[in-house]
């Protein structure tokens, strides 16, 4: 059984999180954990400095949340009420926000986090840092980033970009390979250089063990040139209707070029095709 944890501000971007995340493992067993935090601060006027005494939470944080908190778990069982096979559990804190998450991850064995991101505006953050940022660099768990415009349809096409620089731990890859098996997708492994030039030796093997690893799946290679990783990812993912795309945070050169950049009003992939970020454990 999987257990997901959903955080969640109470936005319209957060709820097209939960539907994509609910939508997603539809037919597998798992547990949600619906989870908001707010720094009590906040919720002071002028930021002064006070004793948070129990009655003073309750009132100006507890009540609040857990009524909204309700209104979401009301709103899911609007739209699934025949799902069987999810169970939902609300949580909340007020603590930092990334304190918060790491303290689910590991009191909940989470397996992934899932995540709404706000438009180009919503990702313009993330290169500054902003909690959909913070998370999936510093919290050592698998995380599916849901851009706000990205709508929930069976997933036929997964890219995954790798310059494969690096032998992965196996067991890494394996999110991506239950989602192609469980999806009946096909994988598309993606590799970029800014000129046409051959692998090494130690990219050829690494290569090697990844058709290995996905030799049970559908899966496919593509080589392309073009001085900008994001803009011939942008070109393949569009091409080619690429339903979501994975990544290994570890994998650095590729993963700050096309999550991390300045030009994120001209890719769209950015505000319509979910990332999944894998860490490994």
Known sequence: MKNILLPTDFSENSWNAIDYAIRLFENEACNFYVLHVNKVTDNFMDGAPFLADEELLLKIYTKPTKRKLRQVMKRIAVHYPD?????????????????????????????????????TSGLKEIIVGSNTGDVITKVKCNTLVVPEQAKFTPLKEIAF?????????????????????????????????????ELNSEQKLNRELVDDYFSDVEHSFHYLTNKRIEDAIECFVQSRHVDLISMVAKNLNYFQQILFHSRVEEISYHTETPFLVLHEK
């Open 161 to 197: 970009p790798t310059d494969f620089s690096m032998n992965y731990n196996l067991e890494i890859l394996e999110p991506i390979s239950d989602l192609v098996e469980e999806q009946k997708a096909a994988l598309r492994i993606v590799h970029v250089s800014k000129k046409k030039i």
């Open 83 to 119: 799902n069987k096979n999810h169970r939902f559990y609300t949580l909340s804190d007020y603590n930092f926000f990334i304190d918060a998450i790491r303290k689910q991850v590991e009191e909940n064995r989470i397996d992934l986090i899932v995540m709404g991101t706000k438009g």
